[in-house]
């Protein structure tokens, strides 16, 4: 079983919609989760991360962290053309372990 | 430097040949990892240092590959007969000490193209 899942996407969305990425792990025992976006034939940069059970609010982005369920989620309102990227979840097991990532397209 | 610096950004290089790939990261960055991303898919640990630890070389898919760090700093990845299954992007990144709680930083990667 692999470490981090993803949806395999890819995901499109209309212009302004809200685009739901979520992500999946295995370890019980992780403490930090973080959500990169590559953007085509870039490196990953990192957008958000989060500690604590709950939401966690940075600009349109929304992450969601739900322990029990080793689940994180990443939310991004009102979706921009230039948000047309991949999104890798990343799990810190004292090294960041990575989803295969979710391709996303916003339609103008 | 301001960020991490990978050279080359290309490399083409005949199967069975060695290649050396080189990183540096972020001045003051006492973690370095190198990952591996083949076409379409995500990223795959390789080898990781942390100050003067022992490196965590689990990641390396084979004998064929190995990393050293120098004084800390620069880290350079060699590949050593090289397969066309080694072709991929290889990004280096670096953190301020070995958990990263602010993620990591990566270097815009290194090509490499194996014919």
Redesign the interface.
């Known amino acids: 079983q692999k470490e981090v899942e993803q949806n395999s996407g890819p995901l499109s969305v209309p212009e302004g919609a809200i685009a739901s990425l979520n992500c999946t792990y295995s370890d019980r025992g992780s403490q930090?989760f973080?959500w990169?976006r590559q953007y085509s034939g870039?490196?990953?940069?990192?957008i958000m991360?989060i500690y604590s059970n709950g939401d966690k609010e940075d600009g349109r982005f929304t992450a969601q962290l739900n322990k029990a369920s080793q689940y994180v989620s990443l939310l991004i309102r009102d979706s921009q053309p230039s948000d047309s990227a991949t999104y890798?979840c990343?799990v810190?097991d004292?090294?960041?372990?990575?989803?295969?990532?979710t391709t996303v397209t916003v339609r103008a | 430097g301001a960020g991490v610096s990978q050279s080359p950004s290309n490399k083409v290089t005949e199967k069975g040949k060695d290649v050396e790939l080189r990183c540096d990261p972020i001045s003051g960055h006492t973690a370095l990892y190198w990952y591996r991303q083949s076409l379409g898919q995500g990223l795959e640990f390789l080898i990781y240092f942390q100050g003067n630890s022992a490196p965590d070389k689990s990641g390396l898919p084979s004998d064929r590959f190995s990393a050293e760090r120098t004084g800390g700093s620069v880290s350079t990845l060699t590949i050593q007969r090289t397969q066309q299954e080694d072709s991929a992007v290889y990004l280096c990144a670096s953190s301020w000490e070995d958990a990263p709680n602010y993620g990591y930083t990566f270097g815009s990667g290194t090509r490499l193209t194996v014919v």
């Open positions: 930090s973080f990169y870039k490196s990953p940069e990192l991360f890798l990343a810190d004292y090294k960041l372990s990575f989803g295969a990532g």
